[in-house]
């Protein structure tokens, strides 16, 4: 039996008592064995991949593409350090078992070494120089099926045989380092008039073409992935519907909070809610030319459209179909609910304290785990009260911006910059049991 909203805060104040350690269930369990195992599996790869680089390039290319390399396994060593991956035996044998399906099955990708997966909340995936990928957790969160992430890891593993990353950056540099690239920057630097609109314009030109190649790159990795998938157990039909899902989420607004909410959640003993709070600055002289690009978006988008994509994989094979089953098993729902409920401790951690509170208002609303987003509300809360008073919310809370933003998320947006900093501590206090 669901409460109504009118209950919120009767519920908030029981809850507030009780002990977060019975939501234990939520918490990534880190295996130490796995994280080294795959930490040394990733590092063992740059002896046989510089080595490779050496056999087929010249003296010159192969220093520079060891140089950014070097620096390439500097940030990931770094990101193992961090703990910005996830070695949960739950989430990484589960997407593990599907990436070694799909690898078994198609023997040509022999330079697939492994994956990681990252605790980035965003429906993403890539492919490393070092015949690593990276998929993010949020592909649980946003996705519906095994199948859908079946069809992500074989487009990356797509870029991956192609070795596109590698090759892609090999051919820049040597462009970069070519007779005529370098003799039509000495023309730039010795022109007297319009220095810098030649240099933009030799800028807009190497940047259309980049994104020219990663565009048919893409298109590449589409059909290649086609073809891994159609050697596997799992849906082909379902590499549409993870296309469309990626296109849906990649332009997805956060919606849905009410203005009752806030006053539900903020209306404390200690301090009464004010209706100022929820006032929004007014838009009517916001320019819009501010946001206007001097590179056409559409020529450097580096990922076509994905309807074009989609287009494009039903010509090839016309036995491709929209709509189909989307039906889960039990384990992936499990593991759905497992990443949705980190999602805002993922947030947290990357110190996007907003978009964490925004998760943790609209679950509230919606009565959905309220002890445990009640739990993560006090924690954002904590932080963005210290934000505000070490002067670095800025850097935690966006300004508002009607082009970009739903109008829930600019009253969202709008709330946090109307609290004052003792009001903002109140709160932080009602919701937090202890204060630094």
Not at 117 to 140: D, M
Not at 217 to 227: L, P, V
Not at 279 to 296: A, H, M, P, V
């Amino acid at each position: 039996m669901k409460f109504c909203l009118n209950n919120l805060s009767f519920i908030i104040f029981l809850i507030g008592f009780i002990s977060f350690s019975q939501h234990n269930q939520w918490t990534l369990n880190e295996n130490e064995t796995l994280q080294k195992e795959v930490y040394n599996s990733f590092f063992e790869t740059k002896e046989l991949l510089y080595a490779d680089l050496k056999d087929r390039h010249s003296r010159k290319i192969y220093k520079l593409m060891i140089e950014e390399l070097d620096e390439f396994y500097d940030e990931f060593d770094k990101q193992f350090d961090d703990e910005k991956f996830v070695f949960d035996n739950r989430l990484y044998d589960y997407t593990n078992d599907v990436f070694q399906k799909i690898v078994a099955a198609n023997p040509e990708i022999a330079n697939a070494k492994g994956l990681l997966i990252s605790k980035e909340t965003t429906l993403n995936a890539y492919s490393l120089p070092n015949g690593f990928i990276v998929v993010h957790i949020g592909l649980f969160y946003w996705l519906q099926n095994q199948d859908q992430m079946a069809s992500i890891i074989a487009h990356e593993l797509g870029h991956n045989v192609l070795n596109h990353s590698l090759n892609h950056r090999t051919e820049m540099l040597i462009e970069e380092n070519s007779r005529a690239s370098k003799k039509k920057l000495r023309k730039i630097k010795r022109s007297r008039k319009g220095k810098s609109i030649k240099a933009r314009e030799a800028f807009k030109s190497s940047l259309y073409a980049t994104s020219k190649y990663k565009r048919e790159n893409e298109f590449q990795a589409d059909s290649i992935g086609y073809h891994f998938i159609e050697n596997t157990v799992f849906d082909k039909n379902q590499i549409i519907s993870s296309m469309e899902l990626s296109s849906m989420y990649d332009s997805l607004q956060p919606v849905g909070l009410n203005a009752k909410t806030y006053m539900q959640l903020f209306d404390l003993k200690k301090q009464t809610f004010k209706e100022e709070w929820l006032e929004i600055e007014d838009l009517s002289n916001y320019n819009y030319d501010l946001l206007k690009s001097r590179f056409l978006k559409d020529s450097i988008a580096t990922h076509p459209d994905m309807e074009v994509r989609i287009e494009n994989l039903i010509q090839q094979f016309p036995n491709l179909e929209r709509n189909t089953n989307l039906k889960a098993e039990t384990d992936f729902i499990e593991l759905k609910k497992l990443a949705k409920m980190h999602r805002v401790v993922s947030l947290f951690e990357d110190e996007l304290y907003s978009h964490s509170l925004y998760e943790c208002l609209y679950r509230i609303q919606n009565e959905d785990e309220i002890k445990y987003y009640t739990y993560w509300l006090g924690k954002n809360l904590n932080q963005l009260y210290h934000s505000r008073r070490d002067y670095t919310f800025n850097k935690h809370v966006s300004r508002i911006n009607p082009k970009n933003q739903s109008d829930s998320y600019m009253q969202f947006l709008s709330f946090l910059w109307n609290l004052s900093t003792p009001e903002l501590e109140t709160m932080a206090e009602h919701y937090n049991n202890t204060k630094d």
